[in-house]
């Protein structure tokens, strides 16, 4: 059975699968789930902390929760509805932690510069135009930052996610109405920022790249033991 098990192909696997090889202990089976969530958690932890190494942080300590309480899970919506509540949670308690220990000084800094932008390396045959993407993909990530975080939160997981309005509202705990009333007054705050020829840029923002997605899948893992 041991054998079987280590031979399985749990990349392939399904989501219900993972999740009941995940709660007999099976650490392949959460690194699979945790693969394959790791880029949509990361951004909606990142819409949230407004800094990308915080939001690695936040959801390395969501997982450790998250694996404590598997046992928790009842199957009644995704594992990764769950696992959002829990991001959101871990990301919320992170900016409390902070309210209560920066000074004021170091708030009013941060209030200046909204988050950093990840810019991956990338060889391309057209330097100039790489070059204005990524000016695109740095105003856009700030507009998106500049939002207040509900309906960022609603941006991120719509529109640059791709969730739907009901699979939103269920991760938010929100009517779908909320949502689809956020995700408006979003767009439309920021049209007001950016100019239309920066659209084509939202499906790159926030990459959550190869490396960093292993490295967090691999500390996890590290820390469970597993």
Not at 70 to 83: H, K, N, P, Q, V
Not at 153 to 173: D, H, K, P, W
């Amino acid at each position: 059975m041991t054998a079987t098990l280590h031979a399985l192909d749990y990349a392939a696997l399904p989501e219900t699968e993972l999740v009941a090889l995940a709660k007999a202990g099976r650490g392949e089976a959460f690194a699979a789930l945790m693969t394959r969530g790791n880029q949509r958690l990361f951004r909606i932890a990142r819409s949230i902390v407004r800094d990308e190494g915080e939001a690695e942080d936040v959801l390395q300590e969501a997982y450790v929760r998250a694996f404590a309480k598997l046992g928790d899970f009842r199957g009644e919506a995704s594992i990764y509805t769950w696992l959002t509540r829990i991001v959101i949670n871990e990301a919320h308690g992170r900016l409390r932690r902070r309210r209560d220990t920066v000074e004021l000084s170091e708030v009013e800094v941060a209030q200046g510069d909204p988050g950093q932008v990840l810019m991956f390396p990338g060889v391309s045959d057209d330097p100039e135009r790489d070059a204005a993407r990524a000016e695109a993909r740095r105003l856009l990530e700030r507009a998106v930052d500049a939002l207040p975080e509900a309906f960022r939160l609603v941006f991120v997981m719509r529109e640059v996610e791709g969730a739907s309005i009901a699979e939103t509202a269920q991760a938010l705990g929100v009517r779908p109405e909320t949502v689809k009333t956020r995700l408006h007054r979003a767009r439309r705050l920021l049209r007001q920022a950016l100019d239309a020829q920066l659209a084509s840029a939202l499906t790159g923002a926030f990459p959550f790249l190869g490396a960093r997605c292993e490295r967090i899948t691999a500390a996890v893992l590290a820390r469970l033991g597993l």
